[in-house]
């Protein structure tokens, strides 16, 4: 029964936390600089990542001030500044990417997708780490972390099955080049002024 209570409570704390990441998810998905493979890998290791970090919360909240975690809003609004200084340059225009097959750039796609998840997790780490203090077994950490990863797969499907779905695939094309630096920006604000409050 406890399990099945724990189910729920992780099914309930992973949507709670993560209706924002949709939508972010969605915008990388329609971003012609990320291969859907590096999404889907960046987010995995920007939720394992808050999901570890919770996992020891109450070390880390005792050791690392809140401001501090809230300067990761640095990392969106940086991404954000320069995808808008290229829309400004005339450099970036979605439709004419040519995608760099380095590495360095898969990897650096990867680190973006995962340090905005990462620094959008504040709400994530605030009800993770009660959660995992209360189901604190070692069963318990990874039977809920494994409801996360799946949780993770989820949304990937839903954030990708939207962003193909006709209606909304046109209006991204269109707009999602100039949308997503901003809402990138955007974030990265609210996450800086709600970690100063």
Partial sequence: MTDIFAFG???MAFIATDIDDLFVLMLFFSS?????????????????ALVAVSALGSLLS????????????????TIGVIRLSHLRNNNYKSDEIKMPVSKWHNHLSI????GVTF???????????PLFAKYNSAFEVIFISTIFMIMTAVWCIIAYYL???????????KTGHIIFPLVLIGLGVYILLTSLI
Avoid: E
């Avoid at 620094?119 to 780490?129: F, L, P, V």
């Avoid at 962003?163 to 094309?173: E, F």
């Fill in 9 to 11: 409570i992780g099914i």
């Fill in 32 to 48: 012609a600089s990320y291969h859907k493979w590096q999404v889907v890998v960046g987010q995995y290791i920007g939720i394992g």
């Fill in 62 to 77: 005792l050791l690392v001030p809140q401001y501090i975690i809230g300067l990761l809003g640095l990392v969106p609004i």
């Fill in 111 to 114: 680190l973006t997708v995962a």
């Fill in 119 to 129: 620094s959008n997790g504040g709400d994530n780490i605030g009800i993770y780490t």
């Fill in 163 to 173: 962003v193909r779905h006709p209606l909304i695939a046109t209006r991204t094309k």
